[in-house]
């Protein structure tokens, strides 16, 4: 199984671009790569997937280079709103999905 | 009303006692999962089911066990609470995407155990 690594925390500024990377070594040939958000007691919730390049959603972008042993979400503009816990999550086939220790963003005003 | 269910959202117990947690789902997804988080150390997967006839051990099992009752109802069961089982309990599901692969995950709200 990937096992991802990401820092454990991370600071910004409202109106900041935020970049968080993630590493997965051993990803496998049809492994994609996951993010997902955390905010206090609740479940996470998914923010974006890919398998390869830049896929890019209305909250994120996700930017896979093409040894897919790295991954980055990208958060532009961030606010308050978007601090919480972010985990880079490798899915394969085999469905034994296992979450890091995650990254606790904090943006201050 | 939640897609994913779970009760209770708290419980307080005594160590040895026997403790369920339930989820139940409204989304038609084939695979559940629990997990466990505590401060610091992310989540943790406890066991996951393909179906109603497929249990798997997680990273974590012990001390622990599952029982899928229905598509939609996947329960935890701690046979003897003991203190380091204090933690939030998550509960999710998914259903299946391209080539067998896992799809988004859908969380519950949580249950929060206390085991004194």
């Known amino acids: 199984l990937a096992k991802t690594t990401q820092p454990i925390s991370m600071d910004s500024y409202e109106g900041q671009e935020v970049n968080i990377t993630c590493s997965h070594n051993?990803?496998?040939?049809?492994?994609?790569i996951t993010w997902y958000q955390q905010f206090p007691s609740q479940g996470p919730r998914f923010i974006i997937q890919?398998?390869?390049t830049k896929v890019t959603n209305e909250v994120a972008s996700l930017f896979i280079p093409a040894d897919r042993k790295s991954s980055t979400l990208s958060l532009p503009r961030v606010s308050l709103s978007d601090t919480a816990v972010y985990y880079c999550l490798v899915v394969y086939q085999g469905g034994k999905l296992i979450f890091g220790q995650g990254t606790e963003l904090s943006v201050k005003p | 009303d939640a897609d994913v269910t779970q009760t209770p959202r708290n419980r307080i117990t005594k160590t040895g006692k026997r403790i369920m947690l339930e989820c139940s789902q409204t989304?038609?997804?084939?695979?559940m999962y629990w997990y466990r988080q505590d401060p610091g150390l992310g989540l943790r997967l406890i066991y996951y089911s393909f179906d109603v006839k497929d249990i798997n051990k997680g990273e974590i099992s012990d001390g622990y066990s599952v029982s899928r009752q229905a598509q939609a109802k996947f329960s935890l069961s701690l046979e003897s609470a003991i203190p380091n089982q204090t933690a939030l309990y998550f509960c999710?599901?998914?259903?299946?995407?391209?080539?067998?692969?896992?799809?988004?995950?859908?969380f519950g709200e949580g249950s929060r155990l206390t085991v004194l």
């Open positions: 890919g398998y390869k």
């Open positions: 989304k038609g997804h084939d695979r």
């Open positions: 051993n990803i496998a040939t049809n492994d994609y």
């Open positions: 999710a599901t998914s259903g299946e995407a391209s080539g067998g692969r896992t799809g988004e995950l859908f």
